[in-house]
Nanobody, 124 residues
Framework: QVQLVESGGGLVQPGGSLRLSCAGS????????IGWFRQAPGKEREGVGC????????SIIDSVKGRFTISRDNAKNTVHLQMNSLKPEDTAVYFC?????????????????WGQGTQVTVSS
């Protein structure tokens, strides 16, 4: 059974940094692409970025490009979302999810298994 657990969220001031982790179990890390998503209060869940299962290829949405990076440690079955220069509009619950393809970066409904999410709050 695939399980994903996000961690690393918290309260941070504008301009600060957080590193989120997505720890997976029940699958081999190089089997699945991983997507990061976020959902702010009253808004739909949106994709933040994704990483391939094998070659480390990533894609990031324009609104966080240059501030967020995604990396992967297959030996530890963990994917990270490094978030720098955080802004209040980055406040949301952040989720990771698996996709059965080795490379996929698409919509919310195309992903298979999800973690429970971790809250990120950017506020002074």
């Amino acid at each position: 059974q695939v399980q994903l657990v996000e961690s690393g969220g918290g309260l941070v001031q504008p301009g600060g940094s957080l590193r989120l982790s997505c720890a997976g179990s029940g699958f081999t890390s190089d089997d699945y692409a991983i997507g990061w998503f976020r959902q702010a209060p009253g808004k739909e869940r949106e994709g933040v970025g994704c990483i391939s299962s094998t070659d480390g290829r990533t894609s990031i949405i324009d609104s966080v490009k240059g501030r967020f990076t995604i990396s992967r440690d297959n030996a530890k079955n963990t994917v990270h979302l490094q978030m720098n220069s955080l802004k209040p509009e980055d406040t949301a619950v952040y989720f990771c999810a698996t996709h059965v393809n080795s490379w996929y970066c698409g919509g919310v409904h195309d992903y298979d298994d999800w973690g429970q999410g971790t809250q990120v709050t950017v506020s002074s």
